[in-house]
């Protein structure tokens, strides 16, 4: 095998560790002692043995640090992510970044000894998953680091760092090899949930995308990514196919292997929440600045609310204006609007984007998913809170967050943010046992009612609770009320 590329979902990752060798260890000796699922060659090193240019391993620098460079940071594996702030992690490793915020980086700095057509080792981010890349020095997968970024980004990678390469190039990804004779400086080591070298169950069972097979005579199907297998069968024209694993251009199915040239990508299915409610999409036009692209681990879910108590300032309308010349020039711009009949997605899960108040880099902008709650006039608020808490249980399930990084827009910036919910005691209490699933009563709206009463906008409590006591009609008050405030 001359190139290897794998995509691990970061669901299923349990750790990853840098390991510093020395140049004394080969690479079946370090997945023998570590054993790590997969095992990646890392950085460059000194004539004099140290680390080179940045690197940092369990909280200790092992390289000087006279600069600043794009590389990857993170404490225990699934919250990796692309940053120039080496500081604040347990571990960084930075080479050359060629992928940078979704964008190709157009002049790579590199030394010469870099440049020319090597083997090549890369690590990166595409969608929610690390992306590992890893081929042959001396081989037909031989490029220079200006085609490996090209390759890399025409596969979808949002961001990405080229390692160490030539003789250096290495790899050992669950069982698949590359393998070289140097002995390299340090090894990036990728542990899986469930342990073992298995591909564990999430990974296995959870389609990256469907293809439909086009030729006309089918196609063949391997037992391995590559036409050097066996074959195990085909399948016929128009077949539509999950895809749970690429790998050097091959597709792996539930049957086998095939080649992703005779296979059309198809529109996934449409996800939908737990109430039944489907997820729309206007997603803002790529390039636009208000898409600033970078890879979001998606650890955290924010809430907002959109301020906008316009009559049919609803989900649609938002995505309408996101993707617009005012919402580029606002430089604003979240994941999802939610109102009582809808939910529009403007932004990929794993992509950043600019609604938490915190800064281009800000752990909000860039580690969280915004959702943005409708409080357009005739609009009910209710309705809106319950289809934005079942998006909030989709996306913890998808991404495996915990109820307790469900947080506030205050959370990130101090904003009052949402307005509404923050300003009704116990409505965000409420709104988190809706995202748990649990069922909530009318305690909420009494206590709604109580604070409308103590603020003068409605004169008996008893007969409000007792008569005209609707959600909508006590939700525009409290918007009325949050207005003046």
């Known amino acids: 095998m001359s190139k290897l590329i794998t995509y691990i979902p970061l669901s299923s990752v349990e750790r990853m560790e840098l390991r510093i060798t020395n140049c004394r260890k080969t690479l079946a000796q370090v997945k023998s002692e570590t054993g790590a699922d997969y095992v990646l060659n890392g950085g460059m090193w000194n004539p004099d043995g140290s680390a080179c240019p940045l690197l940092k391993v369990g909280g200790v620098m092992r390289s000087g640090?006279?600069?600043?460079?794009?590389?990857?940071?993170?404490?225990?594996?699934?919250?990796?992510?692309?940053?120039?702030?080496?500081?604040?992690?347990?571990?960084?490793?930075?080479?050359?970044a060629i992928i940078a915020s979704g964008k190709p980086v157009d002049k790579p700095s590199y030394g010469s000894a870099q440049g020319g057509k090597r083997g090549r080792s890369a690590i990166g981010l595409r969608g929610g998953s690390l992306a590992l890349y890893c081929?042959?020095?001396?081989?037909?997968?031989?490029?220079?680091?200006?085609?490996?970024?090209?390759?890399?980004a025409g596969l979808g990678w949002a961001s990405a760092v080229m390692l160490d390469g030539g003789g250096s190039?290495?790899?050992?990804?669950?069982?698949?090899?590359?393998?070289?004779?140097?002995?390299?400086?340090?090894?990036?080591?990728?542990?899986?949930?469930?342990?073992?070298?298995?591909?564990?169950?999430?990974?296995?069972?959870?389609?990256m995308s469907k293809y439909t097979v086009t030729p006309s005579i089918g196609v063949n199907i391997r037992s391995g990514p590559g036409t050097s297998y066996g074959k195990a069968g085909a399948y016929p024209m128009g077949t539509v196919v999950d895809v749970l694993e690429v790998r050097d251009g091959w597709g792996r199915t539930t049957k086998g292997w095939?080649?992703?040239?005779?296979?059309?990508?198809?529109?996934?299915p449409q996800r939908v929440t737990d109430t039944g409610l489907a997820i729309q999409t206007h997603l803002i036009a790529p390039g636009a600045d208000?898409?600033?692209?970078?890879?979001?681990?998606?650890?955290?879910?924010?809430?907002?609310?959109?301020?906008?108590?316009?009559?049919?300032?609803?989900?649609?309308?938002?995505?309408?204006?996101?993707?617009?010349?005012?919402?580029?020039?606002?430089?604003?711009?979240?994941?999802?609007?939610?109102?009582?009949?809808?939910?529009v997605q403007h932004l990929p899960d794993y992509e950043t984007a600019y609604h938490a108040g915190d800064g281009k880099d800000g752990p909000g902008n860039a580690t969280s998913i915004g959702i943005e709650i409708c409080v357009n006039a005739g609009g009910d608020f209710e309705a809106a809170k319950a289809n934005a808490a079942a998006l909030v249980r989709l996306l913890m399930e998808e991404h495996g967050i915990h109820i307790d990084h469900v947080v506030q827009h205050n959370h990130w910036n101090g904003k009052d943010c949402p307005k509404t919910i923050r300003a009704t005691p116990g409505a965000w209490e409420a709104f988190l046992a809706l995202?748990?699933?649990?069922?909530?009563?009318?305690?909420?709206?009494?206590?709604?009612?109580d604070k409308l009463a103590a603020a003068g906008l409605i004169d008996s409590p008893d007969y409000w609770k007792g008569g005209d006591y609707s959600a909508e009609n006590v939700q525009a008050l409290i918007i009325k009320w949050a207005a003046s405030r």
């Open 435 to 449: 995202c748990r699933g649990e069922s909530t009563g009318v305690s909420e709206l009494d206590a709604a009612v």
């Open 258 to 268: 095939v080649s992703l040239a005779y296979l059309e990508a198809v529109e996934g």
């Open 290 to 343: 208000n898409r600033p692209g970078g890879s979001n681990p998606c650890k955290y879910i924010t809430i907002h609310e959109t301020g906008n108590a316009a009559k049919g300032a609803d989900a649609a309308a938002h995505g309408a204006y996101l993707d617009s010349a005012a919402g580029e020039d606002a430089l604003v711009s979240w994941h999802y609007t939610v109102d009582d009949h809808a939910i």
């Open 65 to 96: 640090t006279p600069w600043r460079a794009m590389g990857y940071a993170w404490d225990k594996g699934p919250d990796i992510h692309m940053t120039s702030e080496y500081g604040g992690a347990d571990n960084f490793i930075a080479v050359t």
């Open 169 to 207: 190039s290495q790899c050992d990804f669950g069982g698949e090899r590359i393998t070289a004779s140097r002995k390299v400086h340090n090894w990036i080591c990728v542990y899986l949930k469930q342990g073992g070298t298995e591909t564990p169950p999430e990974q296995e069972d959870k389609p």
């Open 135 to 152: 081929s042959g020095d001396g081989t037909g997968d031989v490029t220079t680091p200006e085609e490996l970024r090209d390759e890399l």
